[in-house]
T-cell receptor
């Protein structure tokens, strides 16, 4: 199956700093990637849809100026948490959609990034 | 509107017993359905998927699911539970621009 990587897997930062998380599709080109946030013992919450070469589409209630998404190539999307605060601490997961499977919206998930803001 | 309901946020079964995780869906378009498994501090791994071909779908690790349109269900089963099956399981509905996830079911295996 398709492989999606995320880096870093874990990051601890001080309040007020910015953190960048990378999501890469390793063996296919992903025109569309997704960013999710997951709180402990809860389901995934979609934050935004990232389309290569265009602006991301954010879900209602997600601050686009706080969670900057860039999808500059067909294999890389980045999520930058700007001026992070303790309430931004969470597990962030990206996924990528194989264009050949777009009809089903089958997504391949990265391993996640645990962000802890002190 | 799209929605997924997973009945039972926690399910416990004995090792070797049948695993049954329930998923019901609501969709205004032909549904494509997925079951994902998540181990602690990891991403989601696809177990199996229904994409309008065979209604009985076999996946990895001995899991299977049956699509029943009349019942709008896509329940996940495994004949004999193994300790390594302990994880969080998510049912998801595709078919439009986004995946709609259920709230998840935590499966515990009793030795």
């Amino acid at each position: 199956g398709a492989v999606v990587s995320q880096h870093p897997s874990r990051v601890i930062c001080k309040s007020g700093t910015s953190v960048k998380i990378e999501c890469r599709s390793l063996d296919f080109q992903a025109t569309t990637m997704f960013w999710y946030r997951q709180f402990p013992k809860q389901s995934l919450m979609l934050m935004a849809t990232s389309n290569e070469g265009s602006k991301a589409t954010y879900e209602q209630g997600v601050e686009k100026d706080k969670f900057l998404i860039n999808h500059a190539s067909l294999t890389l999307s980045t999520l930058t948490v700007t001026s992070a605060h303790p309430e931004d601490s969470s597990f962030y997961i990206c996924s990528a959609r194989d264009p050949g499977l777009a009809a089903y919206n089958e997504q391949f998930f990265g391993p996640g990034t645990r962000l802890t803001v002190l | 509107a799209q929605s997924v309901t997973q009945l039972g946020s926690h399910v416990s079964v004995s090792e070797g017993a049948l695993v049954l995780l329930r998923c019901n869906y609501s969709s205004s378009v032909p549904p494509y359905l997925f079951w994902y498994v998540q181990y602690p501090n990891q991403g989601l791994q696809l177990l199996l998927k229904y994409t309008s071909a065979a209604t009985l779908v076999k996946g990895i690790n001995g899991f299977e699911a049956e699509f029943k349109k009349s019942e709008t269900s896509f329940h996940l089963t495994k004949p004999s539970a193994h300790m390594s099956d302990a994880a969080e399981y998510f049912c998801a509905l595709g078919g439009n621009e986004k995946l709609t996830f259920g709230t998840g079911t935590r499966l515990t295996i009793i030795p």
